[in-house]
C-alpha cells in the first residue's frame, strides 16, 4: 500500500469514527428519572394475562369415569400431579368442550 493510499484510508476511517461519535451522542433512551408520586405497580396479574382454569375437585369435579372432567371450553392448568385410580381415568372431557377452539393443555 503507497503513501497516499494509506493516508486517505487513515482519514476515511477518522471521518467514520467521527460521524459516530456524533450520531451516537444524539441517541437517548427517555429521561431516567421516576414519575413523581407513590410508587405502584404497572404489571398485570396472570389471571389478566392469560386466565386459565384450576383443574381440581373444585373448578372440574369428576365423575364415576374420571378424575376430573372439564366440561367447558377454556385454557386449563394443572396444580399438582394427577393419578388415576384403578377404576377411573385422570382427566375427561364433556361434549361441549370438545372444540376446535378448545385450548386444553395437557
Given at each position: 500500500m503507497?503513501?497516499?493510499a494509506l493516508i486517505c484510508t487513515s482519514i476515511a476511517s477518522l471521518a467514520l469514527l467521527a460521524a459516530?461519535?456524533?450520531i451516537s451522542s444524539r441517541?437517548?433512551?427517555?429521561?431516567l428519572d421516576?414519575?413523581?408520586g407513590a410508587v405502584s405497580s404497572t404489571y398485570k396479574t396472570l389471571a389478566e394475562v392469560e386466565p386459565r382454569i384450576a383443574i381440581n375437585a373444585t373448578n372440574t369435579p369428576g365423575d364415576g369415569a374420571n378424575k376430573y372432567?372439564?366440561?367447558l371450553p377454556g385454557?386449563?392448568?394443572l396444580t399438582a400431579d394427577i393419578?388415576?385410580?384403578n377404576d377411573a381415568g385422570p382427566i375427561g372431557s364433556a361434549p361441549a368442550a370438545t372444540s376446535?377452539?378448545?385450548n386444553i393443555q395437557y
Open positions: 503507497n503513501r497516499t459516530g461519535a456524533m441517541v437517548t433512551a427517555g429521561p421516576p414519575p413523581a372432567v372439564i366440561s385454557s386449563y392448568y393419578v388415576g385410580g376446535p377452539w378448545a
